[in-house]
């Protein structure tokens, strides 16, 4: 199917082997690499529009999608993997017809940006893990287990009462919803939220309300176990990498993305100060600022990049296609 037009800022938007996806050019010519963007657990394309408007204002193309089991596309296996997240991105890039991008994502999508990264390096450009998790501590990997555990019953509490048509049941089922998107905006922006985050916690509370909730509990499920994916393969990491998260996040601590830049031949990390989880939402500005010097500075000559070289001929490739080329 041809992509339909959206708005200026938008070359292409459709959906592509059961994923949905938009492509932003950048707002002026030329293309200087295409960006993907990954998003996290329980959100989905929109909540990168901070970053489109800053990427594509500094002249890159910009692509987002909406991970299995969320917005509009389908749903993952009922016991998904990593690498079914990280197929479903090469699926979108040969679509797409890209050779290389800058690959970028947030606590769940970061840990499918670094397996892309890892098992399709030839492909990346550069990969930033923005609030990743990385060997949880017992505690901590107790207290996610438990908030996947919930998620699960309330979606079986729910299921149950819509097919029994037990009002009651329903709505308590909708009570413990609404309290544990509560507790998740807690973790996320601080309680009570900050009256200058307001609008960007109402933002994620809508789109958590309305997540398919199948497809939230069997990613959150993988997330909460998958914190140990990549201990002892960071060493294979080939192309630059950069850990980004907030001094104030205590699920994706400044000590885990230190450990995973540590271990990685071509990491560093970066702290914000004072920020939460939502980063990229609550402090937009720093966290731009940073995505843009890290691309910047992994697609200069000498910058240890194998795959520096292919920016300059896969922007002058983004630069040639039209909205109704990029989708063949």
Request: proline residues 6%; contains cysteine.
């Amino acid at each position: 199917m041809k992509p339909d037009p959206s708005s200026e800022s938008v070359v292409a938007h459709g959906e592509l082997a059961g994923t949905r996806y938009g492509v932003h050019a950048p707002k002026s010519a030329p293309a200087r690499a295409t960006v993907v963007l990954i998003h996290g657990v329980g959100m989905n394309q929109s909540v990168w529009t901070p970053q489109i408007e800053a990427l594509t204002a500094a002249r890159y193309e910009v692509v987002v999608y909406d991970m299995l089991g969320h917005g509009a596309s389908a749903l993952p296996p009922a016991e998904p993997t990593l690498e079914d997240y990280a197929g479903q991105l090469e699926r979108l890039f040969d679509g797409l017809e890209l050779r290389t991008a800058h690959v970028a994502g947030h606590s769940m999508g970061a840990l499918v940006a670094l397996e892309f990264a890892l098992t399709r390096a030839s492909r990346t450009l550069s990969v930033a893990a923005l609030n990743a998790v990385y060997a949880r501590t017992p505690s901590q990997r107790a207290a996610v287990m438990a908030r996947a555990a919930l998620l699960q019953d309330g979606r079986d509490a729910a299921v149950e009462a819509n097919e029994t048509n037990e009002a009651n049941e329903a709505a308590e089922a909708t009570e413990a919803t609404a309290s544990a998107i509560d507790a998740t905006l807690a973790r996320w922006f601080g309680d009570p939220v900050p009256a200058p985050l307001a609008a960007a916690a109402q933002t994620v509370r809508e789109l958590l309300r309305t997540v398919n909730p199948h497809g939230y509990a069997r990613t959150y499920r993988l997330f909460a176990a998958a914190d140990e994916a990549h201990v002892g393969r960071l060493a294979q990491l080939a192309v630059p990498a950069l850990f980004l998260t907030g001094e104030c996040d205590p699920n994706s601590s400044p000590a885990m993305s230190r450990a995973m830049a540590a271990a990685a031949p071509l990491g560093r990390a970066d702290v914000i100060a004072h920020a939460r989880h939502m980063m990229n939402l609550s402090d937009a500005d720093a966290v731009n600022a940073r995505l843009l010097a890290f691309f910047d500075a992994a697609a200069r000559p000498g910058a240890d990049n194998p795959n520096a070289s292919n920016a300059a001929s896969e922007s002058s490739a983004a630069n040639e296609s039209s909205a109704g080329e990029r989708h063949v």
